[in-house]
């Protein structure tokens, strides 16, 4: 017989400790969970673990304070919050982690194709040929598929209708933004020099 292996009930009041401990405690356990996902944790979910009412925008901002001077960082990301590493570590990291499932490895090319995809969602290939004036390959694609960086939208009910390609979570977290509505204008495509890579491309 399988050993009952359930949990005793999570006391999310904490009720016997002092109003600071108690407050430290959620802020731990907040701290906890971002630790242990490896996904933006959203506000309800992160609402769990604290008290009735409690405020987890602030105990976030107070988590996120605790952290100030510490080699990771809270991030607001794909509707949720999660730990990540500062970038001022990303070269130590680099030279001395295995990261390299990690990385993107994405070409300029990849990434400016990936930008007109996040600008025009959904899109086709045959859309995404008239912005670049050549066409997409499927192994590029491919590359986003697989990074998961891309997913497949909505198709129009005509038979043999194209496929069509949208932006997924997991890209805002790779970007880290909060939503599409983060996703950088025109000019600082320009200074990223993604917009110089395809010089077709109306983001407008």
Same mark, same amino acid.
């Given at each position: 017989m399988a050993k009952d292996r359930s949990e005793p009930?999570?006391?999310?009041? +904490?009720?016997?400790? &002092?109003?600071?401990?108690?407050?430290?405690?959620?802020?731990?356990?907040?701290?906890?969970? +971002?630790? =242990?996902?490896?996904?933006?944790? &959203?506000?309800e979910d992160l609402a769990r673990v604290v008290g009735q009412g409690a405020s987890v925008d602030? +105990?976030?901002?107070?988590?996120?304070?605790?952290?100030?001077?510490?080699a #990771?960082?809270?991030? %607001?990301?794909?509707?949720?919050?999660?730990?990540?590493t500062r970038a001022t570590y990303a070269p130590?990291?680099?030279?001395?982690?295995?990261?390299g499932d990690q990385l993107l490895d994405l070409s300029e090319f990849d990434v400016a194709v990936l930008a007109a995809i996040a600008y025009h969602q959904p899109i086709t290939r045959d859309g995404? @040929?008239?912005? #670049?004036? @050549?066409?997409?390959?499927?192994d590029l694609i491919g590359r986003l598929h697989a990074r998961n960086l891309i997913g497949t939208g909505p198709r129009s009910p005509r038979r043999g209708?194209?496929?069509?390609?949208? *932006? *997924?979570? %997991?890209?805002?977290?790779? #970007?880290?933004?909060?939503?599409?509505r983060d996703?950088?204008?025109?000019? %600082? +495509?320009?200074? =990223?020099?993604?917009?110089?890579e395809a010089p077709q491309v109306d983001f407008g």
């Open positions: 009930e999570l006391d999310r009041e +904490l009720s016997d400790l &002092p109003a600071d401990l108690r407050w430290r405690e959620w802020m731990r356990r907040i701290e906890a969970v +971002l630790f =242990a996902s490896a996904s933006p944790v &959203p506000r602030l +105990l976030v901002e107070d988590l996120a304070a605790d952290l100030e001077g510490r #990771f960082e809270i991030a %607001q990301v794909a509707g949720g919050w999660m730990l990540r130590a990291i680099r030279a001395a982690a295995d990261v995404l @040929k008239d912005i #670049f004036g @050549k066409e997409i390959s499927r209708a194209p496929y069509t390609f949208v *932006t *997924t979570e %997991q890209f805002l977290v790779a #970007f880290g933004l909060e939503s599409l996703l950088p204008d025109r000019e %600082q +495509l320009a200074d =990223a020099g993604v917009v110089d």
